[in-house]
């Protein structure tokens, strides 16, 4: 029998990455917009499984629909689809990096105001979200739900502008950090991004009518067409006429930035067949293996093994830049649900053993090459290094794609705090690798991660990318958490008089 508690031939490897973010889509001016909707955030699940919502409109109403968990679990009953009539629809798919895991969170967020009814789905953190809601409140606002992404709706309620698309952009003026933003109202479809362009967004058509989305692999599910990425600081404005055409409308209402996409766009959350920033999310990975190969050599290793999924691009890179042949010596059923429901410790152990195992036939009396994305805590990789071994690996070299994260992110990455990141938990890196129990671990450095996305090494004065996790330089202001240390400085000052 297995002892659960100490035998690691499998082990759930999903308990210690950097989750993904939120997902969105729309679309304006088809009679099956709410169809189409689902099957866009169908592919977009990757970036948020705890939830998943659509607004329409149709029939001088508005339609919502919002549930808890996965797409395919409520929007394939064509009697769902049937309650979110018209030709123009919002979608999103939610990981919850701001505010609880609760029904009254599920975006899209909508309100009745003095223009007319409004939903938003929205992506990224904003780093004045807090802030902004006080004095809301402070102001007589009533909130409904914890997400930060309702500042957006009080602030278009509380503008003076006379139209919901002045309304909205009034309002995104106000609010700062990362966000790729939808917004639906009874004739107007609006997508914005951030001055920067933290988070991605593109658009697309169908049969002539406008589509935007997180990800392009949104735009290939349902057969739709690449235009352009929407552009940092950009709004779009796309309304439907009486007669069924559609204006189209651009506004920038700030002053042209550098944009900073972030980089984990490129190393974990986009999927592999997405175009993100007009560059192959699988090109890129496996350019950041390559790299990686001539900058961490492992000669003596036999084979290498990818983390499953993210870190499979990577590997195949590595393999094909040293000559190590590429094995799957780790296998991950992709049909199983989540295990943290079960009663016990023993039980979830057993739930847990269903998600993944090491491949012993290609990874017994071998020296494993190891390649995954990126390290969070260090937990995960304790777990995989142990598998590995069970499954009679005789050596395991760890090689990440990535640099070591020792910053915390406020713009929708869900990170742990400073302190409890495997970077800032050990002196160096040979104590790193002891924790974990691997022969050696060795990172992409951040110039190696630029070289594989744009070509060229980090501009250090300014650079291409949003890095703050690797580097601590934050491309906006952190009002948000600069009040939480300045708070946390004078409670700590009180306690010590």
């Known amino acids: 029998m297995i002892n659960s508690s100490t035998d690691f031939s499998y082990c759930q490897l999903d308990d210690d990455t950097l989750h993904e973010e939120c997902g969105v889509f729309g679309i304006l001016g088809h009679a099956e917009a709410a169809t189409l909707t689902a099957l866009g955030l169908h592919a977009l699940q990757h970036r948020g499984q705890d939830a998943a919502g659509i607004v329409s409109y149709g029939h001088s109403a508005f339609h919502a629909e919002k549930q808890m968990g996965l797409v395919g ?69 009533i909130c409904q739900s914890t997400s930060d992404s309702e500042v957006v709706l009080h602030l278009i309620a509380r503008s003076r502008y006379a139209s919901s698309s002045e309304r909205f952009v009034d309002a995104i003026q106000q609010v700062e ?51 352009r990425d929407v552009e940092n600081g950009e709004v779009i404005i796309c309304e439907l006429q009486k007669n069924g055409s559609i204006v189209t409308k651009t506004i920038k209402p700030v002053s042209k930035k550098p944009e900073r996409l972030c980089l984990f766009e490129y ?43 993210s870190g499979t691009p990577a590997a195949i890179g590595y393999a094909q830049e040293s000559s190590i042949p590429f094995e799957l010596g780790i296998i991950r059923n992709h049909y199983v649900g989540r295990t943290f429901i079960e009663p016990t410790q023993h039980i979830r152990a057993l739930g847990a053993k269903l998600k993944h195992s090491a491949n012993r036939a290609v990874i017994a009396g071998r020296r494993v090459i190891l390649v995954d994305d990126s390290i969070v805590r260090g937990t995960t990789s304790l777990k995989i290094v142990r598998m590995l071994r069970d499954a009679g690996a005789i050596e395991v070299h760890i090689r990440i794609a990535s640099p070591m994260i020792s910053y915390p992110d406020f713009y929708g990455i869900d990170t742990p705090k400073a302190e409890k990141l495997l970077a800032n938990q050990h002196p160096n890196l040979q104590s790193m690798c002891d924790y ?62």
């Open 73 to 141: 679990d409520h929007y394939t009953d064509p009697a769902t689809l049937a309650r979110l009539p018209g030709v123009m629809a919002i979608g999103h798919v939610r990981y919850p990096t701001s505010g609880e895991i609760a029904l009254r969170n599920v975006q899209p967020l909508f309100a009745e105001l003095e223009v007319g009814g409004i939903a938003i789905a929205h992506n990224g953190n904003f780093t004045n979200g807090m802030t902004l809601r006080r004095e809301l409140i402070a102001g007589g606002a």
């Open 177 to 227: 950090g990362g966000y790729a933003m939808l917004a639906l109202t009874r004739t107007k479809l609006i997508a914005t991004r951030d001055p920067i362009g933290i988070r991605p967004l593109v658009m697309g058509t169908l049969d002539g009518k406008p589509i935007f989305c997180s990800e392009t692999c949104a735009l290939d599910i349902i057969g739709a067409q690449y235009i």
């Open 267 to 309: 190393i974990y959350f986009s999927r592999p067949d997405s175009i993100v920033g007009k560059r192959s999310i699988y090109t890129v990975r496996k350019n950041m293996g390559m790299n990686l190969a001539i900058e961490a050599p492992c000669r003596e290793g036999d084979v290498v093994v990818s983390v499953p999924d």
């Open 436 to 497: 974990i129990g691997a022969n050696s671990l060795k990172f992409l450095s951040i110039d190696g991660l630029y070289r594989a996305i744009g070509g060229k090494p980090r501009d250090h004065l300014n650079p291409q990318f949003t890095d703050h996790y690797f580097t601590g330089h934050y491309p906006t202001r952190l009002i948000d958490q600069e009040s939480i240390n300045k708070n946390h400085t004078l409670a700590t000052l009180r306690s010590s008089c």
